[in-house]
Structures are given as structure tokens and as C-alpha cells.
């Protein structure tokens, strides 16, 4: 981790602590690039939960027509689930209809929320033994309804942890005022939960 991003990281974290006092936070094991360290560790302040695992966020040229991918690091995937390490894959440059737009560009709001429920993937992950998480990986490629089940799941969970105005914030850009292509739109209307059922768990 660099100079700049560990004084970033600190300036972060001590905003946090100040406005959010309840909320611990360890970033010495998340490896973050300066450009979304910020919101990363935001969003990573309401998770403590995650606070000893290391997990990396690593950006891509692309992911298939994803913008983010939570997963266990396959060099890990055997270690007890205490000692179990994560990585954040990022795509550096995202489609949108008539261009591209770099990650880093998104609003701030919109950002937390999309970490909020990749960490909500994490959350998931760190619980199952590694059988089960092979099992997880080969289900979710190949069973649409569990692929849903699944980012059901990790949405309940940044509502849970009370970021769910920010991954409201996100379904709403996405689908409304972003330039991403149709068929991305499409997508997240199929397999995500809709703004309007997070709005509903948060209400509860």
C-alpha cells in the first residue's frame, strides 16, 4: 500500500470515527487503489464483521459485463474460514451506450452502495465451508433462481448494516439516470432486487 493511500486511508478513517463513533475500523489488510479508497472505506466502516479479513480491491480491464465481483481468493478457498482472504474485482472502464465511463467517475453515494453489496457477498462467503462455497460457485453459474437468491442475499445485508439509502441511491442510478446500455438495465431489472424492495426492507 502506498504513502498516499495509507494518508488517505487515515484521513478516512478518523472522518469516520468522528461522525460515526460506534463504527470500529481495520484497513491495514484491505488493499484499496487511491481513486476509490474513500468510498470503499465508507462503505467498509459498516461492516466491522469484515475488519480481519484481508480483502483486496483489484481493478480489471473488463468483467464480462459486470462492474464489480466479490469472491474468495482460490489460494485461500481451502483455509479455515477465519483465515480465508477476499478480493473485490473492479472493472476500470465501464460500458455505457455510446462510450465508456471510468469507474472512479461515479458519484460518491453511488459507489458506496455498489461496495456495500459486493461486501455483502463477503458476508456471505466468510459463513460456508469450502465445499460449500465450490458448490456456491457452480450453482450460481448455472441456476438463474439462485443467482438471485444470492444477490438478494448480499443486498439484505448492506440493508442490514445500514447502508441501504446508499444501494437505493445505486438501483436508482443504474436504472434511471445512468447511461449504462439496455441491456445491462435489463439485467439488474431481472436478477437484482428492485429499488422499491429495498426501500421496503429498510422501512421494516
Not at 179 to 198: C, G, H, M, Q, R
Amino acid at each position: 500500500m502506498g504513502i498516499k493511500t495509507k494518508h488517505i486511508l487515515l484521513i478516512c478513517t478518523a472522518f469516520l470515527l468522528l461522525y460515526t463513533p460506534t463504527l470500529a475500523q481495520n484497513l491495514t489488510n484491505k488493499n484499496i487503489p487511491d481513486e476509490v479508497a474513500l468510498a470503499a472505506a465508507k462503505a467498509l466502516s459498516f461492516y466491522p464483521e469484515l475488519d480481519n479479513y484481508q480483502i483486496d480491491f483489484v481493478f480489471k480491464k473488463s468483467l464480462n459485463n459486470r462492474v464489480m465481483q466479490a469472491q474468495p481468493k482460490f489460494k485461500t478457498l481451502l483455509a479455515n474460514k477465519q483465515n480465508r482472504q477476499y478480493r473485490i474485482m473492479m472493472s476500470k472502464n465501464l460500458l455505457m451506450k455510446d462510450t465508456t465511463m471510468i469507474l472512479d467517475q461515479l458519484p460518491f453515494d453511488i459507489l458506496v452502495g455498489w461496495f456495500a453489496h459486493e461486501l455483502g457477498h463477503i458476508m456471505d462467503y466468510k459463513e460456508r465451508s469450502s465445499i460449500n462455497l465450490v458448490r456456491f460457485g457452480f450453482n450460481y453459474l448455472t441456476s438463474t433462481p439462485f443467482l438471485k437468491r444470492s444477490e438478494r442475499k448480499a443486498d439484505a445485508y448492506a440493508v442490514k448494516h445500514g447502508l441501504g439509502d446508499q444501494l437505493i441511491k445505486t438501483k436508482n442510478y443504474i436504472l434511471h439516470k445512468s447511461n449504462f446500455t439496455t441491456a445491462y438495465k435489463a439485467k439488474i431489472e431481472e436478477l437484482y432486487p428492485s429499488p422499491e424492495d429495498i426501500t421496503a426492507w429498510a422501512e421494516e
